[in-house]
């Protein structure tokens, strides 16, 4: 499948009614020309069952991949190697695209290789709004300081090049070292939602667990 863009969604047993909504959101896009990789991080059978029967009603558009469990960024470096997307970007189970989302991000390349962008959060208090910071563990950073995996968009050379690595903020750690070869750019789109009001989404659980390790 040929497409501009690649969009890649890894999932572990996410509840299928945030998977559909992430799914539909990239569906709805208003630039067309993209693929979507679902890489499921080795789901048990139920949720596993039920993605494929929802992605089996958009094959023209949706491929599925399954392999053990990983973890994220492993799953997000395999579903790189099968992409066909002239550009790469990310999509978590539990978030979505505004409908403008790809082709917003799109009208950037023409002046950087790689940015990530501002999202619009979704939080049930001002706490979510902040997260551990990567240089120390014991102060937060808000996260539109931050580098967001999922914001982040750019050219499939760099993806392939710097694979990501296994280890809380990833995604900066990405964006760091491509910053020394590549243009980069942190821009304010906001088009990318982002739930910090789920318990159970991969921030919000790695924020607990490394609060619990802060106090012992």
Known sequence: MNATISVLLAVYNTPIWYVKRAIESVLN??????????????????????????????????????????????????????????????IDSDDEFKTNHLSSCLQEMPFYDLIASTAETVADSVKDFFVPDKNSYNELIHVDDCILFATLFGKKEIFKKYQFKSMYAADAEFFERVSAAYKVNKVDLRTYIYYRNIPTSISATLKTKILKSQNG
């Not at 991080?41 to 599925?64: A, C, M, P, W």
């Not at 469990?69 to 997307?85: E, M």
Request: charged content about 25%; hydrophobic content about 30%; cysteine-free.
């Open 29 to 90: 896009q208003d630039f067309k020309d993209f693929e979507l990789i679902v890489i499921d991080d080795g789901s048990d059978e139920e949720h596993r069952i039920q993605i494929l029967e929802y992605v089996s009603l958009h094959l023209n558009k949706i491929t599925y991949l399954y392999h053990k469990n990983l973890g994220q960024s492993a799953s997000i470096n395999r579903g790189v190697q099968h992409s066909n997307g002239n550009y790469i970007t990310i």
